[in-house]
């Protein structure tokens, strides 16, 4: 079985109360995995709110915004250090903010991308759902949305849908150290389409399959088979009726796998759950690397403080 440690994680931080939440979350998080914390602020572009005609207002005020992000994190960096006893990083950097973060997390081999996140609620504020699902869908290392409307400390009780999927299982590995660091109750739900009898054997396999990697884990399961039409809807649902403090999905980045995934499966989670969300891509075609490597391309150390 494979081991994946958690050495270091990201977070994203634009001084909102949904960016704090995460942050909190992270903070205990790293306790638990003994890791390191890296927080990131991005400015966005502002030539969309100052345009050229406007006299070079863009220009001016752009270093004024990434001197003063700069002062802000780094003093919420000391202090997370102080009150926290972590070792803690901090970055800022221009541009869009998901491009950003997903950039940093490639340059600097993160292990776990935490971000807050405001859902599907029509707020205009640094993180939309749709934002959020684009880290997702971008970043090279697994990511944990956290809502706005709570607080996550600790997860005792995960939930483990499993879908019928290619790599359904591997992130099983990836959520290792959470359920050790936790001690937490899995709860395993198998999702098959209404009134496939074939299915409903593959995943009651698949089931046993999950139940025989944790046993050397000494792990405390539950397990469930759901039929349904739409996957994302019936998660959710088992979502409000367990309760879980986190919600681990193997993140797909379409819908077209089986018929009965009617929209984005992952998206829809990453925008409607109102519980963290742990999103873990299986492994990366070549096409997904060379997007990253894109991001990669161009990347400046100009505005970085890293210490």
């Not at 704090?20 to 890296?38: F, S």
């Not at 050790?180 to 709860?187: D, F, H, I, K, Y």
């Not at 019936?234 to 089986?258: E, G, M, W």
């Amino acid at each position: 079985m494979n081991t994946y440690k958690i050495n270091s994680i990201l977070v994203p931080i634009d001084f909102s109360n949904v960016a704090t939440n995460a942050l909190e979350t992270a903070i205990a998080t790293c306790k638990r995995q003994l890791a390191t914390l890296t927080l990131i602020h991005v400015v966005e572009n502002t030539f969309v709110l100052y345009p050229p005609e406007a006299g070079g207002a863009a220009g001016a005020i752009l270093p004024d915004m990434i001197k003063q992000a700069n002062k802000s994190l780094s003093k919420l960096a000391k202090k997370i250090r102080l009150d926290h006893d972590l070792v803690v990083n901090h970055i800022v950097q221009s541009g869009n903010p998901a491009d950003e973060i997903c950039r940093w997390a490639l340059h600097k081999e993160i292990d776990l991308i935490v971000l807050g996140t405001h859902g599907a609620s029509g707020l205009r504020e640094f993180f939309l759902g749709s934002n959020a699902y684009r880290v997702v869908k971008n970043s090279s290392c697994p990511v944990m949305t956290i809502p706005g409307s709570n607080r996550w400390l600790d997860f005792k009780k995960i939930l483990f849908p499993i879908r019928m999927v290619s790599n359904a299982l591997d992130k099983y590995d990836v959520v290792r150290p959470i359920i050790r660091g936790n001690g937490s109750l899995l709860q395993i739900a198998g999702i098959v389409k209404q009134n496939d009898s074939t299915g409903l054997i593959e995943m009651k396999a698949l089931v046993d399959t999950v139940k025989n990697k944790i046993m050397e884990d000494d792990v405390t399961c539950e397990s469930e088979v759901h039929f349904c039409e739409n996957v994302a809807r019936q998660v959710l649902a088992i979502a409000n009726d367990k309760k879980p403090d986190l919600i681990v999905i193997t993140a797909t980045l379409d819908s077209s796998i089986r018929d009965f995934f009617l929209g984005p499966y992952t998206q829809d989670i990453v925008n409607h759950a109102a519980f963290p969300v742990l999103s873990i891509r299986p492994e990366q075609t070549k096409h997904t690397a060379n997007t990253l490597q894109g991001l990669l391309q161009g990347y400046s150390t100009d505005q970085e403080a890293y210490a």
